[in-house]
Structure formats: structure tokens, C-alpha cells
């Protein structure tokens, strides 16, 4: 009779983004075995005693034309079931951890090939552009989808204020690197800080926010406050949270998730319904709080009107 090594399970039967088919796993096994040893053990101990700050409202708050007419997931879902591995990798340990976030101050550098290189006080970011209300559907790589009104306002025109050189091809954003703030960035979880990349005329477009609230107040810690970016025709891995820098680069910079597995995760991440990733089908979602795939995954998640020429020439298949 076989018996499964580890090894052997297939990475289909693994529900999250995990990792589970990587080079490096080798060689941080001991450091894994450590922090699933502490992890476990925080998990026995009592939720941490908190006192629970009111939600912050958002005045001046637009809506925007920019919007899907589709039910809203609950506050609770949006900040319940969470990806932000900063914070632990289950789904419900960035609501429980994300306390130790400290917002506030807090700056964004925005630099590299721009002619107006300036670090940003949050404060002032929040005064950049009007806010608008968007609602989004957000879509994560592993087939669960919601529907967002996000807060925020068009990452073009940061853009513009910091007038990109002819060098500009693309943007690299970072997460705060903080392990006493972020307490998992203490183990090899992921490479940290986390990192992301868009195209230029990617982050020009007008799809393409950075959301500082959601539900009319200010973003929850466990949803990338004080500021995070939302890019909702690409999958929710694209969307960085927690931003403290912004850079102009020439070359395509390197993303935290192609670095982990490429072969799962490429660059360019567009939601794509006939392109499946090595282990969940991208054809449907399982649309929130709903047990079943049974809603069906749009090109582009559903803005392909409106990003399609983007990519036109392109091989999405390659480009993954
Ligand atoms: N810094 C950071 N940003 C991140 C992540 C993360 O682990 N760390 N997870 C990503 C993934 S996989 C998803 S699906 C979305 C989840 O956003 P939400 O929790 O607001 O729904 O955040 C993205 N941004
Ligand atoms: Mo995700």
C-alpha cells in the first residue's frame, strides 16, 4: 500500500494561496516547522483583548460612475476573511491581528524615474483627489469573489503629480517591512516586504485606485490602511496592501507571488476565465458568503470593455 509522503498530496487538494510546490520550502523547512509550531500555539491561546477603536467615518465622500450594480458583501465579510499574510495565513487571522498596525503617521515615497520625487504624508494623500465610492467586484486568485464599495481616488493622478521621466515603464509598490507591527514577517512565510508591480499605462488607467476606506470609513487594518491599492480586472493578489513606496522603474520589477512560484504566478495576473491556475479552475467563483462556485468568472472580471485594449498582441496565456 502507498502512503502519502507530504509531497505527494496534490496541491489541488490545498485550499489557499500557500505554498506548497515551492524551491524555497526546501529550504526553509526548519524555519516552517517553527513558525507552524508557533502559530499553532498562538491559536490556543485566548483572542488578544482589544479595545475595539470606532470605525472612523469619511466625509466628503463622492459616488462614482465607476461602479457594478450587484449586491455588496457585509462589512463582516470584507473584514473577516482576509488575505494579508503579514498578519498569519488563515483567512480570519488578519482581523485578529491586525491591531498591531500603526497607521498613523505614516508616509508613502513616491520615487525613482519621476522629475517630482516627494514623500507623501498620509494625510495629505487623503486630500490628493476627491474621495469617490466605488463599488468593485474583487475577485482572489483562489475563486472567491466580493463585491467592495471601496474609497479612494484614481492612482493617475498621484501619477501625474510626481511627472514620470521617459524611463517610466513601470511601477513597483511596497508594504511596510515591520516585524514588531507585522508579526508573521518574523518567519519566511513569504520574501518580505511584500512587493508588487503594474505597467505604466496599467496604473494610469482610471480603473485603477488607491483606496484609503471602504463602506464609507476609513480602511480597516486588515484591509491595507492606511492605504492600499485596487486594480479590479487583475486577481486580489495584485491589490498590495499596508503601500510605504511607490517607485518608477525601467525593467519589470519583481512581484512577491511570482517570486514564490512563478509557475503559478506571473506578472501580469489578469483575471482570465480560460487560463486556469496549476490548481483552481478560473471559470467560476464562489461569490461570498456562498459555499459554491456557481457564479460564473468574466474576462477581465468583468471590465474587459474597458481594460481588453490593453492587452491587445498579447498572449495571455504566456502572460499570465
Ligand atoms: N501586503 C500584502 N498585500 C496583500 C496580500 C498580502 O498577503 N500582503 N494579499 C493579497 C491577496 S492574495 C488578496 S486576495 C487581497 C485581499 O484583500 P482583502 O483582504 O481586502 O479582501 O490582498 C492582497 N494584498
Ligand atoms: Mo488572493
Redesign the pocket.
Known amino acids: 500500500m502507498l502512503i502519502k509522503k507530504p509531497t505527494d498530496i496534490k496541491s489541488s487538494e490545498i485550499t489557499d494561496?500557500k505554498l506548497y510546490r515551492n524551491r524555497r520550502q526546501f529550504m526553509l523547512t526548519a524555519s516552517a516547522a517553527v513558525a507552524g509550531a508557533v502559530i499553532t500555539a498562538c491559536k490556543k491561546s485566548p483572542p488578544p483583548n482589544v479595545a475595539t477603536a470606532p470605525p472612523q467615518k469619511l466625509e466628503g465622500v463622492v459616488k462614482s460612475s465607476f461602479t457594478v450594480d450587484e449586491p455588496l458583501n457585509s462589512l463582516k465579510d470584507?473584514t473577516t476573511?482576509?488575505?494579508?499574510?503579514?498578519f498569519g495565513t488563515d483567512k480570519s487571522d488578519?482581523a485578529a491581528n491586525a491591531h498591531t498596525l500603526v497607521t498613523r503617521p505614516w508616509t508613502v515615497a513616491v520615487e525613482g524615474e519621476v522629475m517630482k520625487p516627494k514623500t507623501f504624508d498620509i494625510d495629505e494623500l487623503m486630500k490628493l483627489a476627491p474621495l469617490e465610492e466605488r463599488v468593485y467586484r474583487?475577485r482572489?486568485?483562489?475563486a472567491w469573489s466580493?463585491v467592495?464599495p471601496w474609497i479612494g481616488f484614481p492612482l493617475n493622478e498621484l501619477i501625474k503629480r510626481v511627472e514620470p521621466t521617459s524611463k517610466a515603464k513601470y511601477v513597483q509598490f511596497t508594504?511596510l517591512l515591520d516585524r514588531n507591527q507585522m508579526p508573521e514577517q518574523r518567519f519566511g512565510t513569504?520574501e518580505w516586504?511584500?512587493v508588487?508591480g503594474l505597467r505604466l499605462d496599467e496604473a494610469m488607467h482610471p480603473l485603477a485606485i488607491l483606496a484609503v476606506g471602504l463602506y464609507g470609513q476609513v480602511l480597516p487594518n486588515?484591509?491595507?490602511a492606511p492605504i492600499?491599492l485596487i486594480v479590479p480586472w487583475k486577481?486580489?493578489?495584485?491589490?498590495?496592501?499596508?503601500i510605504v513606496k511607490i517607485k518608477f522603474v525601467e525593467s519589470q520589477p519583481m512581484t512577491?507571488?511570482n517570486l514564490m512560484a512563478a509557475d503559478e504566478y506571473g506578472f501580469y495576473a489578469n483575471v482570465n476565465p480560460e487560463v486556469s491556475h496549476p490548481r483552481w479552475s478560473q471559470a467560476s467563483e464562489r461569490r461570498l458568503p456562498s459555499l459554491f462556485k456557481s457564479t460564473k468568472t468574466l474576462m477581465f472580471n468583468g471590465y474587459a470593455d474597458q481594460v481588453a485594449s490593453l492587452y491587445s498582441g498579447i498572449d495571455l496565456r504566456k502572460n499570465y
Open positions: 494561496e470584507i476573511y482576509n488575505n494579508f499574510y503579514e488578519p474583487f482572489c486568485v483562489e466580493m467592495i508594504t513569504l516586504p511584500y508588487e486588515q484591509n491595507g492600499r486577481y486580489g493578489f495584485k491589490s498590495i496592501k499596508s512577491t507571488w
